[in-house]
């Protein structure tokens, strides 16, 4: 019998779409990037003097879902009521290919004039500052004084503080009590109790049910989380994205993630994919109906795994505790994303104006509330405690991550190349641990040659 092909090989074979087609087509868009980096770069220069009094067209890019896009077009809205000669048009879609899109902008100097964008974007498209400009130069419009100086450190790379981060995030477990309930005990706060909770849920509310699923490169989060807990060092250096974990010692994280697999605290991934296939788990039936009853995932994506349960499961969503897996706090925070104004803007005056509305002024700050997370800046994070506009889950689960960890992350580890869904190195290596093709010891090899393979210096 021929053994069932993985998502990940799946994926490279059915979704290999080529760069070239997406370049031409932004190109062709009548973008403002299309004009040469140079000149842009003088254009830029010369209006930060002043907003114009002359009609001005901005373009800007985010991702996210419904809630996240209804509050930015609500507030560019108000922007444009409030400055009647900028008109913003926006381009917006889900999450998934988004990266691969903006790459593909950057690379041709057609993206958008302001962008969100992941924090290792700058690592990744911008090492040198060649996309982004150095938002001191527009200081006079973007208010910096808002963000404290850790947080705009995280952004400042090569010199030049290229974005600002709307928000912070990190991971937090979130659990389903009216599963735990039918198990008849309580969300587990250590490994033992995580295992337990395992036997329990099989025991007692059958094969089908979970106290926990992880895709892949939530398994390789959680794998981090359990050997910075244990080891008190961060995966990488920070900087200069240096390895700190011997080849032990990832295979003994590898052999957690296993533990986990085989006490029936997680679904194998062969069995998911048998029956969502490339369905992310809130939108799996086994989410919805209560039989998957906890996730390890960002503070900020609270509202759509509470959101996506059935009627009969949704009053037991519950912010829950970060799990003692050792001595030391694992886990990391980081910029969850940012806002950057790319070099091929001619407005950089009016962008870091639109940005300043957005993520510091009331009118804008109280728009967008927390759908992009706890608002980073001081003043914006104060409008929208004011309006009422900070979700109650969000900000329990942000302030039990930020209360709790202390690891930096490095810029590589979120490499497109090492977690993309389906196709990445972190799914390949947990794949083939849940295919029986690998042995824990035997993957860390191939999750180590991934990650020499995108810069990472391996000791």
Request: charged content about 20%; aromatic content about 10%; overall charge negative.
């Amino acid at each position: 019998m021929s053994k069932a092909i993985s998502r990940r090989d799946f994926l490279k074979v059915s979704g290999a779409v080529g760069a070239a087609g997406l370049l031409a087509a932004c190109g062709g868009s009548g973008n403002a990037g299309s004009t040469a980096t140079s000149t842009a770069a003088s254009s830029a220069a010369a209006s930060v003097a002043g907003l114009s009094s002359d009609p001005v067209t901005l373009t800007m890019s985010w991702w996210g879902g419904e809630s996240r896009h209804n509050a930015y077009q609500e507030a560019i809205k108000a922007f444009s009521a409030e400055h009647s000669t900028i008109t913003v048009n926006p381009t917006f879609a889900a999450w998934s290919g988004w990266e691969d899109t903006m790459s593909t902008k950057f690379a041709g100097g057609v993206a958008e004039d302001v962008c969100q964008i992941n924090w290792n974007w700058l690592y990744n498209y911008s090492k040198n500052g060649q996309t982004f400009i150095d938002l001191n130069s527009v200081s006079e419009y973007l208010d910096l004084t808002q963000w404290d100086e850790a947080k705009l450190a995280a952004c400042n790379v090569a010199n030049a503080q290229q974005c600002v981060p709307v928000s912070m995030t990190g991971r937090i477990f979130y659990w389903n009590k009216t599963t735990f309930d039918k198990a008849g005990i309580s969300f587990p706060t250590t490994l033992d109790e995580l295992m337990a909770a395992g036997k329990t849920f099989q025991e007692k509310l059958g094969d089908d049910y979970y106290p926990l699923h992880l895709g892949a490169y939530d398994r390789m989060i959680l794998m981090v989380f359990y050997l910075e807990s244990k080891y008190g060092k961060d995966w990488a250096d920070p900087v200069t994205s240096t390895l700190n974990y011997t080849e032990d010692e990832i295979a003994e994280g590898l052999d957690f993630i296993k533990s986990l697999v085989d006490g029936h605290v997680m679904m194998n991934l062969k069995t998911y994919y048998s029956a969502n296939s490339d369905t992310a788990t809130h939108q799996s039936n086994e989410w919805i109906t209560g039989k998957i009853a906890g996730i390890f995932e960002w503070d900020s994506a609270a509202s759509k795994y509470s959101s996506a349960l059935d009627d009969s499961n949704k009053d037991g969503f519950t912010v829950g505790e970060e799990i003692k897996f050792g001595d030391n706090n694992g886990g990391f925070s980081k910029v969850s994303m940012g806002l950057a104004i790319t070099k091929t803007c001619k407005n950089v005056a009016e962008a870091a104006t639109l940005i300043n509305f957005l993520l510091n002024e009331e009118k804008g700050a109280s728009i967008m509330g927390s759908e992009c997370g706890i608002p980073a800046s001081k003043a914006g994070l104060g409008y929208a405690q004011a309006a009422g506009a900070v979700k109650d889950l969000v900000a329990d689960a942000n302030a039990k991550v930020m209360a709790f960890t202390t690891n930096k992350l490095d810029p590589l580890f979120e490499n497109n190349d090492l977690k993309a869904s389906g196709t990445g190195i972190y799914q390949e290596v947990f794949d083939n641990i849940d295919y029986g093709d690998q042995t824990p010891e035997e993957a860390v090899e191939t999750l180590l040659d991934g990650m020499e393979s995108v810069g990472y210096t391996i000791g």
